[in-house]
Antibody, heavy 115, light 106 residues
Framework: QVQLVQSGAEVKNPGASVRVSCKAS????????IHWVRQAPGQGLEWMGIINPNVESTNYAQKFRDRISVTSDTSTSTVYMQLSNLRSEDTAIYYCARLRRGDYWGQGTLVTVST | IQMTQSPSSLSASVGDRVTITCRASEGIRNDLGWYQQKPGKAPKRLIYGASSLESGVPSRFSGSGLGTEFTLTISSLQPEDFATFYCLQYKDYPYTFGQGTKLEIK
């Protein structure tokens, strides 16, 4: 069965970077793109970006374009999302998701940005 | 593409019929999904392609619309349906969600 398993919670200082991983299993990793979506406490869903692991092409929301990097490692079927220059407003749950041929989400990773 | 969802909150009773609307700032064909999210859980897609029901989703959920106006209808609310609902357009990057509709028990 398709599974997306994310890395654990992180606490970061303002100005730092965070890298969240998303390990896929149960399907051919190169076949489907992976999205990143975040949700700040009590807020709505926000689409951040996407990667096609087959060609490592990416597309990011303008809001994050200068701070986000999404990469993939086909040898481990893992996608990584790095967000730099963190600020308190980046405190959120970060989800990876496969949205084609079904709807599959990771369990979410809480990133807390605080001094 | 901006997605404007209404209402932002809704109070209803078990057995009620409810409708949630999303309006796109430009035409998105039928490239729209509806998601349900319960507290502490990842979103779950109910509808894709504006009107196609995901496998395993009860038939009391339905979607309609094309172009710029879309609706999600729950024909007879059940206790497990109380949650927050979002639309998502996937015609163009960046994908964009509606602001969400919190459905509460009256």
């Amino acid at each position: 069965q398709v599974q997306l398993v994310q890395s654990g919670a992180e606490v970061k200082n303002p100005g730092a970077s965070v890298r969240v991983s998303c390990k896929a299993s149960g399907y051919s990793f190169n076949t489907y793109s992976i999205h990143w979506v975040r949700q700040a406490p009590g807020q709505g869903l926000e689409w951040m970006g996407i990667i096609n692991p087959n060609v490592e092409s990416t597309n990011y929301a303008q809001k994050f374009r200068d701070r986000i990097s999404v990469t993939s490692d086909t040898s481990t079927s893992t996608v990584y999302m790095q967000l730099s220059n963190l600020r308190s407003e980046d405190t959120a749950i970060y989800y990876c998701a496969r949205l084609r041929r079904g709807d599959y989400w990771g369990q979410g990773t809480l990133v807390t940005v605080s001094t | 593409i901006q997605m404007t969802q209404s209402p932002s909150s809704l109070s209803a009773s078990v057995g009620d019929r409810v409708t949630i609307t999303c309006r796109a700032s430009e035409g998105i064909r039928n490239d729209l999904g509806w998601y349900q999210q319960k507290p502490g859980k990842a979103p779950k897609r109910l509808i894709y392609g504006a009107s196609s029901l995901e496998s395993g989703v009860p038939s009391r959920f339905s979607g309609s619309g094309l172009g710029t106006e879309f609706t999600l209808t729950i024909s007879s609310l059940q206790p497990e349906d109380f949650a927050t609902f979002y639309c998502l357009q996937y015609k163009d990057y960046p994908y964009t969600f509606g602001q969400g509709t919190k459905l509460e028990i009256k």
